[in-house]
């Protein structure tokens, strides 16, 4: 499928969430290679360093300490070398404002926290052999919030 | 209502006056006048009279002085001589009154003189004929001369009389003559003057009885406004005051003195007398405004407090208006209101507003809470509950497996209920904007929502034409879903679910204990099912939060469906009512405004 392993990169500072995530990934048995970061501080500052390779999609989680996953997307999407990342929303609240901004402010996908951990791997599935070109785009607000048939 | 009448009677009044005053003074004149020709008149016929009598007596003297010497001539006797010698006397004194009489004719006078010359005369003659008839001077032929001389002088003194005689009469009957002429035309001319001013003095009276009349009228009126205003200051707690910028005074109503704590007319109000009251905190603006008043003649809303006769804080509101009255002084029209209890209310107001807003963050804040915070746990739990099934399925022992099912069933049923939850507190608090959206669109959305239950249940939905309407659109799709959902949750076993839609345009005067009168159409939209329906006497409990007919081992279900419903209609000023039929099925009425 991929030449080399899928680089994705988990924001979120629930130590059970990372590891749900975590898990999963290798239960779907797509070559990926996981990174974690704990809160939207680290979050920044590892993607502001010189040295790391960016992700191919960044998962973001919107409550947390320090700063936000809101204020980290407004502040990836105001820097050159960031604006054009893949960003999936990945937030427990399925709050219409929250839907609303995050797409307004630019993120790709908007991913509910399932509370079943096969729907979650299907999640991940799905996110992962989306067709990107289509949701780069950033035109489609129905296939914003992530459904699962 | 005209509220002066106009009173323009006084200057026609004034004008009728003076003519009638005029008109009497003229009749008065011209009586005046009627009476002195009267007088004169009298006074001139006297006049005749007086001479006539006086010439007679002048000519019956001389007769006396005849007839005495006659006697004496006869007799011989001097007796007889008596009247003779005193007729010069006589008529001496007659001569000198007649002369008196006559000082204003000339010719009467010239005549005078001619008779006095003939008097003469004939005395003359009677000296002779006493001469001549002596024994011893007598002389027959001188004797008959002066005799017959004597009888001719005495025909021309009696000629001379009836002469001067007919000169008065003539100027008597001259005089008559103007008189009459004078006099003839006046009384028919003063009788209609006097009828003129009669008439326009009767005008005057019926005038002045009718002004009279609505004077007492407009009087009484005024006098019920003046007591309705004094009467309404009470009620209203306002007063009214009058500064009159020229002259420096000021007019208070009396209960202008109440507000201040003072029985009404207590005490001559000044200039500054109302700033004593003032609350010294006050008294600086205060004073700078009564000098804008001065400056700029208008009083602007102000905002002050007074301290009353008994210490007692007030808060008041005061405003003013310049007018300038007919003379052209400068007067500030002004109300007073005590808005105390207004201004307590207000902070009363202000404070609960502070404690809803709180309330409302508060409530936010728990949206929050609910959407995440309390989500995240739950959730969760329900990863490990499905990572234990899936995983260690095997490991676990049967009641282990049962166990962790029911965890898993209650755990779903706190899911459903916190999501309920949510979208009924979104209900109220999430901002409300009306958008003019086509309800079959809304309506197609929800089943679309709801496409797969249908397809299992095998529901039909039948629907007529929807108007387009202003409504919150999320707010209709969700009520329609919860509508169609509770109905095929309720189906009736074996048979086919089948949801009929239909709407009317009704008047709200054909609802009255429903709908809010102040807008006049509503459409009518009836959801009507098949289902199992439910008894009527908990038609409108099931509108209640957490409500429910049914256990919930039965039906699932939070209670929470039909009351976001109900508040989904009320937010868009609209009405919704339940009935049924039990095991026949469910009417749902929902009212929206047009």
Same mark, same amino acid.
């Given at each position: 499928?991929? %030449?080399?392993?899928?680089?994705?990169?988990?924001?979120d500072?629930?130590?059970d969430d990372?590891?749900?995530f975590k898990?999963?990934?290798e239960?779907?048995k797509?070559?990926?290679?996981v990174q974690?970061?704990?809160?939207?501080?680290?979050l920044?500052?590892?993607l502001?360093?010189?040295?790391?390779?960016?992700p191919?999609i960044l998962f973001?989680?919107?409550n947390?300490?320090? %700063?936000?996953?809101?204020?980290?997307?407004i502040?990836?999407?105001?820097t050159?070398h960031?604006?054009?990342l893949i960003?999936a929303?990945?937030s427990?609240s399925s709050?219409e404002e929250d839907i609303?901004?995050?797409?307004?402010?630019?993120a /790709?996908?908007y991913?509910? %926290?399932?509370?079943?951990?096969?729907?979650?791997? %299907?999640?991940i599935?799905?996110?992962?052999?989306?067709?990107?070109?289509?949701?780069t785009s950033?035109l /489609?607000r129905?296939t914003?919030?992530?459904?699962l048939k | 209502?005209k509220?002066?009448?106009n009173f323009?009677s006084?200057?026609a009044?004034r004008?009728?006056f003076?003519?009638?005053?005029?008109i009497?003074l003229f009749?008065?004149?011209?009586s005046?006048?009627h009476?002195r020709?009267?007088?004169?008149s009298?006074?001139s016929?006297?006049?005749?009279?007086?001479?006539n009598i006086?010439?007679?007596r002048l000519l019956? &003297?001389?007769?006396?002085?005849?007839t005495?010497?006659?006697?004496?001539?006869?007799?011989?006797?001097?007796?007889?001589l008596?009247?003779?010698?005193?007729?010069?006397?006589?008529?001496?004194?007659?001569?000198?009154?007649?002369?008196?009489?006559? +000082?204003?004719?000339?010719k009467?006078?010239?005549?005078l003189?001619?008779?006095?010359d003939l008097?003469?005369?004939r005395?003359?003659?009677?000296?002779g004929?006493?001469?001549y008839?002596?024994?011893?001077?007598?002389?027959?032929?001188?004797?008959d001369?002066c005799?017959?001389?004597?009888?001719?002088?005495m025909?021309?003194?009696?000629?001379?009389?009836d002469?001067?005689?007919?000169?008065?009469?003539?100027?008597l $009957?001259?005089r008559q003559k103007?008189?009459?002429s004078e006099?003839?035309?006046t009384?028919l001319f003063?009788?209609?003057?006097f009828?003129?001013?009669l008439t326009?003095?009767l005008l005057?009276?019926r005038?002045?009885?009718?002004d009279?009349?609505?004077?007492r009228v407009?009087?009484k009126?005024?006098l019920i406004?003046?007591k309705l205003?004094a009467?309404?200051e009470?009620?209203g707690?306002f007063s009214?005051w009058?500064?009159?910028l020229?002259?420096?005074?000021?007019?208070y109503?009396d209960?202008?003195f109440?507000?201040l704590g003072?029985?009404?007319?207590?005490f001559?109000?000044?200039k500054d007398? &109302?700033l004593?009251?003032?609350?010294?905190g006050d008294?600086?603006?205060f004073s700078?405004l009564? $000098?804008g008043?001065i400056d700029n003649?208008?009083?602007p809303?102000i905002?002050?407090?007074?301290?009353?006769?008994?210490?007692e804080?007030?808060?008041?509101?005061?405003i003013?208006?310049?007018?300038?009255?007919?003379q052209?002084?400068?007067?500030?029209?002004?109300?007073t209101?005590?808005?105390t209890e207004?201004h307590?209310q207000?902070? +009363?107001?202000?404070e609960?507003?502070?404690e809803l807003?709180k309330s409302?963050?508060?409530?936010?804040? &728990?949206?929050?809470?609910?959407?995440?915070?309390?989500?995240?746990p739950l959730?969760?739990i329900?990863t490990?509950?499905s990572?234990?099934s899936?995983?260690?399925k095997?490991?676990?022992?049967e009641?282990?497996?049962e166990?962790i099912?029911?965890i898993?069933?209650s755990?779903?049923?706190m899911?459903?209920l916190?999501?309920?939850?949510?979208?009924?507190s979104r209900t109220?608090?999430?901002?409300?904007e009306?958008?003019k959206?086509?309800?079959?669109?809304?309506l197609?959305?929800?089943?679309?929502e709801l496409?797969e239950?249908?397809?299992?249940k095998d529901?039909?939905?039948?629907?007529?034409m929807?108007p387009?309407?202003?409504?919150i659109?999320?707010q209709i799709?969700?009520?329609?879903?919860n509508?169609?959902s509770?109905?095929?949750?309720?189906?009736q076993p074996?048979?086919?679910?089948?949801?009929?839609?239909s709407?009317?345009?009704?008047?709200?005067?054909?609802?009255?204990n429903?709908?809010?009168?102040s807008?006049?159409?509503y459409?009518?939209?009836?959801?009507?099912?098949?289902g199992?329906?439910?008894?009527?006497q908990?038609k409108e409990?099931?509108?209640v939060?957490?409500?429910?007919?049914?256990?919930?081992t039965?039906?699932?279900?939070?209670?929470?469906g039909?009351a976001?419903?109900?508040?989904?209609?009320e937010?868009h000023n609209?009405?919704i009512?339940a009935?049924s039929t039990p095991n026949?099925?469910?009417?749902?009425t929902?009212?929206l405004p047009e």
């Amino acid at each position: 499928m991929q %030449k080399s392993a899928l680089h994705i990169l988990l924001a979120d500072d629930d130590e059970d969430d990372r590891l749900f995530f975590k898990d999963a990934f290798e239960e779907v048995k797509i070559q990926t290679k996981v990174q974690f970061a704990h809160d939207g501080m680290e979050l920044m500052e590892h993607l502001m360093h010189p040295d790391t390779i960016l992700p191919d999609i960044l998962f973001l989680d919107l409550n947390m300490p320090k %700063k936000t996953g809101k204020e980290c997307l407004i502040e990836i999407k105001k820097t050159d070398h960031l604006k054009h990342l893949i960003i999936a929303i990945y937030s427990t609240s399925s709050s219409e404002e929250d839907i609303e901004d995050t797409f307004i402010q630019g993120a /790709n996908i908007y991913i509910k %926290k399932p509370s079943n951990f096969n729907a979650l791997k %299907k999640i991940i599935n799905e996110v992962v052999t989306l067709n990107w070109h289509y949701h780069t785009s950033g035109l /489609n607000r129905d296939t914003f919030l992530l459904r699962l048939k | 209502m005209k509220l002066i009448p106009n009173f323009n009677s006084p200057r026609a009044l004034r004008i009728i006056f003076a003519i009638s005053i005029f008109i009497l003074l003229f009749i008065s004149s011209v009586s005046y006048k009627h009476n002195r020709d009267m007088q004169n008149s009298s006074k001139s016929m006297m006049h005749t009279y007086e001479i006539n009598i006086q010439l007679e007596r002048l000519l019956s &003297f001389v007769k006396d002085a005849e007839t005495g010497q006659r006697g004496y001539i006869i007799t011989q006797n001097s007796r007889f001589l008596a009247p003779y010698l005193f007729s010069r006397d006589k008529v001496n004194r007659s001569f000198i009154a007649l002369k008196k009489l006559m +000082a204003d004719n000339p010719k009467q006078q010239k005549n005078l003189k001619n008779l006095f010359d003939l008097i003469i005369q004939r005395y003359t003659y009677l000296e002779g004929s006493l001469k001549y008839s002596n024994e011893k001077t007598y002389d027959k032929r001188k004797l008959d001369n002066c005799m017959f001389g004597g009888r001719i002088v005495m025909e021309n003194i009696r000629f001379q009389i009836d002469e001067m005689n007919d000169v008065e009469k003539d100027i008597l $009957q001259k005089r008559q003559k103007i008189y009459q002429s004078e006099i003839s035309l006046t009384p028919l001319f003063s009788i209609s003057l006097f009828l003129v001013a009669l008439t326009l003095i009767l005008l005057s009276y019926r005038q002045i009885s009718n002004d009279i009349d609505r004077l007492r009228v407009s009087n009484k009126k005024l006098l019920i406004s003046t007591k309705l205003m004094a009467e309404s200051e009470v009620i209203g707690a306002f007063s009214t005051w009058q500064w009159d910028l020229d002259t420096n005074k000021m007019v208070y109503s009396d209960n202008q003195f109440r507000l201040l704590g003072y029985p009404p007319n207590a005490f001559v109000p000044e200039k500054d007398t &109302f700033l004593n009251f003032v609350h010294p905190g006050d008294k600086r603006t205060f004073s700078n405004l009564m $000098q804008g008043i001065i400056d700029n003649k208008q009083l602007p809303i102000i905002y002050y407090k007074v301290i009353r006769k008994n210490g007692e804080i007030r808060h008041f509101k005061s405003i003013g208006k310049l007018l300038i009255d007919e003379q052209g002084s400068k007067i500030i029209l002004g109300i007073t209101f005590d808005i105390t209890e207004e201004h307590f209310q207000n902070i +009363a107001i202000y404070e609960r507003n502070k404690e809803l807003e709180k309330s409302n963050k508060e409530l936010a804040s &728990f949206n929050h809470v609910a959407s995440h915070d309390l989500q995240e746990p739950l959730r969760k739990i329900q990863t490990f509950i499905s990572r234990i099934s899936d995983k260690d399925k095997d490991s676990l022992s049967e009641s282990g497996k049962e166990y962790i099912t029911k965890i898993g069933t209650s755990a779903k049923r706190m899911r459903i209920l916190i999501d309920d939850l949510l979208l009924f507190s979104r209900t109220n608090t999430t901002k409300k904007e009306f958008l003019k959206t086509n309800l079959n669109d809304l309506l197609k959305k929800a089943e679309q929502e709801l496409s797969e239950i249908l397809l299992e249940k095998d529901a039909t939905i039948t629907s007529e034409m929807l108007p387009k309407l202003k409504v919150i659109p999320y707010q209709i799709e969700q009520l329609f879903i919860n509508l169609i959902s509770n109905s095929l949750k309720y189906s009736q076993p074996n048979v086919l679910p089948e949801i009929t839609i239909s709407c009317t345009k009704v008047a709200a005067a054909a609802f009255p204990n429903l709908l809010e009168q102040s807008i006049k159409k509503y459409y009518k939209i009836t959801f009507t099912d098949n289902g199992m329906g439910f008894d009527p006497q908990f038609k409108e409990t099931i509108f209640v939060l957490f409500q429910r007919l049914h256990s919930k081992t039965e039906y699932p279900g939070t209670g929470i469906g039909l009351a976001i419903c109900k508040k989904i209609v009320e937010n868009h000023n609209g009405s919704i009512i339940a009935d049924s039929t039990p095991n026949k099925g469910s009417i749902f009425t929902i009212f929206l405004p047009e």
